[in-house]
């Protein structure tokens, strides 16, 4: 599991404070998974709103301190506050951001995290996340989920709910912008085994084309929506119309939901 032994014994240390206001998002949810292709130093709380990050953030912060762990403050702004745990092998950032309530799922109870995001709904931020910023760790988030979760097409598409300000071309348009990377900047991740930059970008180049054709496929109507199985799964669609029709259409809304078919 790419989350290590300290990271898991903060995350259940601070479960307590857990809910529908405070939960674990960011990348967290995904190295919550065991193929996860890569290690962070950092752990992620999203709240709906600006004021319970402070509120939270001194909650954790207290629990963690009672706990024995030595916590340093590192950053403190009414949106953001970032903490560092320093333990003798291994030091831990914690951040509490504030994040929009739009979300396609209710948040999930874990036996780790206390509550967290759907992972869905993470891997939709991560989308947008790489749209907006250069860091490669976020491009090798983005091609690991491409391969074994949701196609960069379909998270693209069901980010435009999240964001109307955006369409899949732009989206698509802007990531590609953010692949500049050296070989270097991947050896600096902590990484479960080595990542080759040049298969990487060969990933890239086909999974960005196959996006392509499936935006230009998918009918604008259902823009921002997420497809979902008839297990009520996330999958990446089919170019085949008769198959992409029994797919269920679902669209986020505050505080997400549960798929419902009429």
Same mark, same amino acid.
């Given at each position: ?130 749209? /907006? %910023? !250069?860091? &490669?760790?976020?491009?090798? @988030? ?10 960069? *097409? ?76 008839? /297990? %009520? !799964?996330? &999958?990446?669609?089919?170019? @085949? ?10 669209? *986020? ?10």
């Amino acid at each position: 599991m790419p989350l290590t032994p300290l990271q898991i014994q903060i995350l259940k240390t601070i479960a307590i404070n857990r809910g529908q206001d405070s939960y674990i998002a960011g990348a967290t949810v995904q190295h919550i998974d065991n193929d996860s292709p890569r290690f962070s130093d950092d752990l992620d709380l999203f709240h709906d709103l600006q004021e319970k990050v402070a509120q939270c953030a001194e909650q954790d912060a207290a629990v963690l301190t009672e706990n024995g762990y030595n916590l340093q403050w590192l950053l403190r702004t009414p949106s953001f506050h970032r903490a560092v745990i320093l333990a003798e092998k291994e030091n831990v950032r914690i951040e509490w951001a504030q994040d929009s309530a739009f979300r396609f799922f209710p948040l999930q109870d874990d036996p780790i995290c206390g509550f967290r995001l759907h992972k869905a709904d993470a891997a939709v931020n991560k989308m947008l996340t790489l749209a /907006g %910023r !250069q860091e &490669v760790r976020d491009f090798v @988030d983005i091609l690991h989920l491409n391969d074994t979760y949701l196609s960069i *097409g379909s998270m693209a598409w069901a980010a435009c709910g999240k964001d109307p300000g955006y369409t899949p071309d732009f989206i698509l348009e802007q990531a590609a912008r953010h692949t500049a990377y050296t070989q270097e900047d991947v050896n600096r991740l902590n990484l479960k085994k080595p990542l080759d930059l040049h298969d990487m970008k060969r990933k890239w180049l086909k999974a960005h084309e196959e996006a392509r054709g499936l935006i230009s496929f998918l009918p604008p109507e259902d823009i921002g929506c997420l497809y979902l199985n008839q /297990g %009520r !799964q996330p &999958v990446t669609p089919s170019s @085949d119309p008769a198959l992409c029709s029994r797919l269920i259409r679902h669209h *986020g809304r505050a505080g997400g939901s549960w798929p419902t078919v009429k």
